[in-house]
């Protein structure tokens, strides 16, 4: 919803001393794409009445759900792609589903070798920003290679070290 934008409902009892003043209520709170955690929505005079005609204000605060596949850094959308070494040796396709209402693929098409600390950004596919209708943030990719968890056999070991190019400058 933070995501996209959304138009919420929410129905709310409140205390009343005017007669003609409903004690209960639909309020719809305009969820702005790209609204941040702590944002405030404020409804005024729309509380519990404190004296006839006088009535206190409604504040909703937004809070964050955490999601699935992306964590949310201010404008910035991060995600995490588990990678085999083979792939982050050899490059990889990968599609990532955005959050768009309308379905819709990132490909990734890794042709270089990733580590641990290789971090892809691609500029604005991440939050939409809410004060700048039509841009959004970086979607901002890490990689979790996953090595063996058996050591490799003589064999592999030797197939491994031929596959790779010798660096005697390495050695230090």
């Known amino acids: 919803e933070l995501y996209n934008g959304k138009t919420k409902k929410m129905k709310i009892t409140r205390k009343s001393l005017t007669p003609d003043r409903p004690t209960e209520k639909i309020l719809e709170l305009p969820i702005k794409p790209g609204f941040k955690p702590g944002t405030r929505i404020t409804f005024s005079g729309e509380g519990d009445e404190i004296e006839p005609g006088v ?8 809070r964050e759900k955490t999601h699935d596949r992306f964590v949310r850094e201010g404008d910035d959308l991060h995600f995490r792609i588990k990678l085999r070494i083979a792939d982050a040796l050899c490059g990889f396709n990968r599609d990532i589903v955005m959050l768009d209402t309308e379905p819709r693929i990132k490909r990734l098409n890794q042709k270089t070798p990733v580590s641990n600390i290789t971090t892809k950004v691609i500029a604005g596919e991440g939050m939409p920003i809410s004060k700048q209708p039509g841009k959004k943030g ?13 050591e490799l056999t003589e064999d592999q070991k030797e197939k491994v070290r031929a596959a790779l190019p010798a660096d005697d400058d390495m050695h230090v």
């Open 138 to 150: 970086d979607l901002i990719i890490t990689y979790d290679v996953e090595f063996p968890k058996e």
């Open 55 to 62: 009535a206190e204000d409604i504040v909703f605060v937004i």
